[in-house]
């Protein structure tokens, strides 16, 4: 008889252990929502309003695969213009949740200018070297806030250099405002080149782009950015990768044959710049 009672009591306890007797159902899932609104004052920057109801974790997705954030609320940064789908995963109690939107970014993000004294104002000739490169030297100063370059009589040569460190396969954009005229038998040439450059030696590296009387420009007044005025050189667009990353070094050089001028006023190049696309 006590094993028939043992054996009762220990299927009334089994049964009071089952999961049909636990409240086991879940919440209701997250009311997921959020607003997403472009910045005024920043059109590649999109800010992110959680209005979610009903969660303790989030996590924001900018169109990958890859979370980007985790934060209640948050600003996302876009670098290249177009759509893309912004999305937010809510875990709460009952599971979770997801809604997703539209935000188009009107434009690319401005890059970054990595060339320092571009600007050519006083102070900007603490950041260039200027270059002998045999022979007469071409009178090269920053006056005015511009970087002027003149000839001597019977022909001379001569540039300013900068050190840069650039990145793989990267785009660089070069552009700068040119003014002279009068020219002849003249040549003035932004290049760029890996091999640093030694007084008394000239330079040859990757001609960006240049005035040369010879192609037939400079010889009138010209004023403009060097890619509309520049008639000679293997990136006149001013787009430029390289291969490798590393330092490089950007190099403006101006001469003249013998009984060459650079004209009246001489040659100046103002508002220098090397910007490096954002990735």
């Known amino acids: 008889m006590k094993s028939f009672a043992y054996i009762v009591a220990a299927a009334l ?26 910045l005024a004052s920043n059109p590649n920057k999109v800010a992110l309003k959680n209005t ?74 603490a950041h260039w070297t200027i270059l002998n490169t045999g022979g007469p030297q071409t009178s090269i100063t920053f006056t005015g806030g511009k970087l002027k370059f003149v000839n001597q009589p019977g022909g001379s040569n001569g540039g300013i250099y900068q050190e840069l460190t650039v990145k793989k396969d990267v ?38 782009n240049s005035i040369n009387t010879w192609s037939g420009c400079g010889i009138a007044n010209f004023e403009g950015e060097l890619a509309a005025v520049g008639c000679d050189g293997l990136h006149k667009d001013g787009k430029i990768t390289f291969a490798t990353a590393g330092k490089i070094y950007l190099l403006i050089k101006g001469g003249c044959g013998g009984a060459g001028t650079f004209g009246p006023n001489g040659i100046t190049i103002d508002d220098v710049k090397f910007v490096e696309a954002i990735q």
Request: with cysteine.
């Open 52 to 125: 979610t109801t009903g969660a303790f974790s989030y996590t924001w997705y900018n169109g990958g695969a890859t979370p980007v954030s985790w934060k209640h609320t948050d600003t996302l940064t876009f670098s290249k213009k177009g759509e893309y789908t912004v999305s937010l995963v809510a875990y709460g109690a009952g599971g979770s949740s997801s809604a997703s939107q539209k935000v188009t970014i009107a434009q690319d993000m401005p890059g970054v200018d990595i060339l320092k004294g571009g600007n050519m104002e006083a102070g900007s000739e």
């Open 171 to 208: 785009e660089y954009t070069l552009s700068g405002v040119l003014k002279g005229g009068g020219a002849n038998e003249t040549w003035f040439e932004v290049i760029v080149g890996t091999t640093a450059p030694t007084q008394g030696s000239d330079y040859s590296g990757t001609k960006m």
């Open 13 to 38: 306890m089994f049964a009071a252990c089952t999961p049909d007797s636990e409240d086991l159902t879940l919440g209701a899932k997250p009311g997921t929502s959020f607003t997403a609104t472009v």
